[in-house]
């Protein structure tokens, strides 16, 4: 039989079919490195992935899923062991421990190469060495970001060719220039010795996610996991993207991009920074439930963005998919996200088979099927005292198949941002929405901004620790460092540009335990506060965090909500607030020098507003 890569090599000729020479100098190096069976090109192609697909449908990573239902869609199911980001093995090793910060792990970059060089040596064994050009954000970009992933999983490729723009155009605009890209190596670390049989998902116990922000190179080991393997996203557009915005004069953000349209026919753009699993994918694909008020979609988790001309904060969104959390995805919260995923063309991992070769997973449907195929393969039924899709299942999909797709997705120039949420998930203390007095102290709310932990990441969920900017897993270098450049932007921006900032809360509770808020498509009503707090239309009240609605100055028609209620999820409660400054001091206290004095200005005018 003919495989993929021998195809490939028989088409091409050669090896390495670039003209880049670092490029192909470095492909040659990894295969002596890791010495893969075959090394395959991905030209990105339909034809490529229904031929991944179907070897990956053999191998038993992947089930096809009912074509009618779910056309060209895909399901996968993990080691139970491997289902989220693994933060305590991500490490940023920069060239000094200082310049990685408190935030992160950091090893020295030579010892951590010789780490990695004894993991490598032989990893890809028996497995094919897949080369993916990708780029991240658009072909005609300005400065447009290149990188390379190589890596010996399939399921990574049929995923990387989601959620970036990948193959063989990118190739060829990479050579035009003989550009910078990234080199992104990725392997499961499962070598097949000579007879061994493969498993459906291969890993290894051991994983390194490692990012090397002076060289701008990525090595992911041991994981087959979205955030750890799909080196597009966290890893580049995040954590590396991150280190070059500070080089470079610009952001790149944990954040999604939504456009709104009022009944006057006004645009607005906002971003919005909230953590792993705190709302992003379901805010930025919005149903507004408030008359006339019209919501199109940019990006779902990660913003760029730069300075335009005029002063004012541009950003665009550099990715191609949707990596989003399948549980709570439903037609009654999210439709939007529904109608997408129902187009097909996804990969669903980790959530629960339905009888008739279809996915479910909690939350899709309001009554829960009879019986299913849990994502550990068990029988399942409503009685089942477990989950039946993991907590951090996903579904990942184009995201041009979202009807309420902005025709400003394609626009390499990206759109001005008239607005910043930072949002978090807090039971108490934080109401519904803040309005930030001015952008130094919208940059302290990010800077402060906390959230319960959740099942994005390994580890114990809802424990609220501080997540500045909904980056703390992702910023790249010095948190100091990341605050004061926040803090720098300010004086690129007019006056008359400057983003209005926002907190925000889905997440608090009432008394009773419930959620305060409804949440989901009535977040409309928030939105409609805040941009008509632009305009200069909605009252507020003065508090010491900032402003809040005043009485009935959020749009609660047709809510099933009393003013009481409202009142319960938008008050700000002083004394809880007092309670929260000794976490604030703390967190600020581990900044040390690197702290910006903006920001410890701001504390203390918290601080004494509060009275204390
Ligand atoms: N109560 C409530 N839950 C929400 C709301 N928005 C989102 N959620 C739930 O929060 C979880 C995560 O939502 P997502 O929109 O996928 O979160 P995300 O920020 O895009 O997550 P990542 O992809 O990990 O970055 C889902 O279970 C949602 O159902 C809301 O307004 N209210
Ligand atoms: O990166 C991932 O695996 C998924 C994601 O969007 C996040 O955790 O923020
Ligand atoms: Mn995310």
């Not at 909605?538 to 609660?556: C, M, R």
């Amino acid at each position: 039989m003919t495989t993929i890569a021998d195809r490939q090599v028989q088409d091409s000729g050669h090896s390495a079919p670039t003209t880049h020479a670092k490029l192909a100098q470095w492909v040659e190096e990894v295969a002596a490195l890791t010495k893969p069976d075959r090394v395959y090109w991905v030209d990105g192609s339909q034809e490529e992935n229904d031929r991944l697909t179907a070897q990956l449908v053999e191998a038993g990573t992947l089930i096809k899923l009912n074509e009618e239902k779910f056309p060209g869609s895909f399901a996968a199911f993990s080691d139970p062991s491997d289902v989220a980001r693994v933060e305590e093995q991500t490490y940023i090793c920069s060239v000094n421990e200082r310049d990685a910060g408190f935030t992160n792990n950091w090893m020295e970059p030579n010892e951590m190469k010789a780490k990695l060089n004894g993991l490598f040596d032989g990893a890809m064994r028996g497995r094919t060495m897949y080369v993916i050009p990708f780029i991240m954000g658009h072909l005609d970009a300005e400065d447009p970001k290149f990188g390379v992933e190589i890596t010996d999983s399939e399921y990574v490729v049929a995923s990387m060719r989601i959620m970036a723009r990948i193959g063989t155009d990118v190739l060829r605009k990479l050579e035009e220039k003989q550009s910078f890209f990234v080199p992104a190596l990725h392997s499961v670390g499962a070598p097949l010795e000579a007879g061994q049989a493969d498993v459906p998902w291969p890993c290894n116990p051991e994983k390194w996610i490692v990012h090397f922000p002076e060289e701008r190179s990525i090595v992911s080991y041991g994981s087959g996991y979205g955030g750890n393997a799909l080196l597009g996203k966290k890893c580049f557009a995040l954590r590396i993207a991150s280190v070059v915005a500070r080089d470079e004069g610009w952001l790149a953000e944990h954040m999604l991009i939504l456009k709104l349209t009022s009944p006057e026919g006004k645009d607005y753009h906002v971003a919005a920074a909230f953590p792993s699993a705190c709302g992003k994918t379901n805010l930025a694909l919005l149903d507004p439930t408030i008359e006339g008020w019209k919501v199109e979609t940019l990006g779902d988790d990660i913003a760029w963005m730069r300075v335009g001309a005029n002063g004012e904060l541009r950003a665009v969104n550099p990715e191609a998919g949707l990596f989003g959390v399948a549980p709570g995805t439903g037609w009654s919260t999210n439709p939007n996200a529904m109608r997408a995923i129902e187009k097909g063309n996804s990969v669903f991992t980790n959530v629960a088979l339905t009888d008739d070769g279809g996915v479910w997973w909690e939350g899709m449907t309001d009554e829960t099927p009879a019986h299913l195929t849990d994502w550990l393969g068990n029988d399942w039924t409503p009685e089942s005292d477990r989950p039946a899709a993991h907590p951090n299942s996903r579904f990942c999909t184009p995201i041009a198949q979202i009807d309420m797709l902005s025709d400003e997705y394609n626009d390499p120039q990206g759109v001005k941002i008239d607005a910043i949420l930072f949002g978090g998930r807090r039971k108490t203390t934080v109401p519904l929405v803040t309005q930030a007095r001015s952008w130094t102290s919208g940059v302290f709310m990010g800077s402060t901004l906390s959230s319960e932990t959740t099942a994005a990441a390994a580890g114990q969920v809802g424990l609220v620790r501080r997540d500045p900017m909904a980056m703390l897993p992702f910023i790249g270098y010095d948190a100091g460092d990341y605050l004061n450049h926040w803090d720098s932007i300010r004086s690129h921006l007019a006056e008359d540009q400057l983003p209005q900032i926002f907190l925000v809360n889905w997440f608090r509770r009432t008394s009773e335990g419930g959620f305060a808020w409804p949440g989901f498509g009535e977040n409309s009503r928030v939105l409609k506060w805040a941009i008509e707090r632009l305009e200069g239309k909605a009252d507020a009240v003065d508090t010491p965090i900032g402003f809040v609605p005043a009485a009935g100055s959020l749009d609660i028609k047709g809510l099933d909500l009393s003013e009481d209620e409202v009142a319960e999820a938008t008050h700000v409660d002083v004394d809880e607030w007092c309670a929260e400054l000794p976490g604030i001091e703390e967190w600020f206290a581990r900044f040390g020098d690197s702290l910006p004095a903006s920001l410890r200005t701001e504390l203390d005018e918290l601080t004494a507003r509060l009275g204390r």
